[in-house]
């Protein structure tokens, strides 16, 4: 069992990167904001509140999208290992993943931080915007998303931190030159 979080802000590669990994390790990728979007596709009472509060760059509130996710974990009992995507986005979250992996005998295995730099995130949610048809990927809500993740994402480095989690990704270049560095930053930890 090999858990990885792909932590980062929005545009810094967490998606591009797990579908990546899902080959390379066969893990199962979870994405909350994937899992939301889905919801709202489906016209769920979670997607109806997920609708607005996506638009506008804020979060979900913790209780849902820690249920969320849990009822999405039970569904794979023989998973190799999960990728958290998006998830956690802030402290409580990541202590609420600790809480129902130790409850499943598992744990967080590294926590993978993407940095890029802000004027290159803008750049690449703007481009993305112009086809992803997402309803946050316009400037006025990657702005906001960009403060939400300062103010409440950003102290969740500081939990895994702690831990000894924390592996500090550079993000700039290409996608393969990223990739590369996630898998050292792996075969040290599993070595
Ligand atoms: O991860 P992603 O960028 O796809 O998330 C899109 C949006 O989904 C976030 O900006 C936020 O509104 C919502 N979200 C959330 N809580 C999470 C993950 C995503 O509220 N843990
Ligand atoms: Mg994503």
Redesign the pocket.
Known sequence: MFNIVIFGA?GSGKGTQSDFLVKKYNLVHL????L?RAEIAAKSELGKI?EG??AK????PDNL?IDLLAGTIDKYPSANGFIF?????TVV?AGALDKMLSERSMQVNIMLNIAVDNDELVARLLNRGKTSGRS?DNLETIQQ?LK?YEEKTMPVIDFYDKQGKNNPIAGMGTMEDVFDRICQAIDKVNA
Do not use: C, Y
């Open positions: 929005p994405s909350t904001g994937d939301l997920a509060l996506i760059g804020e979060f979900v999208i995507d998006g998830f956690p986005r979250q946050d998303r939400t």
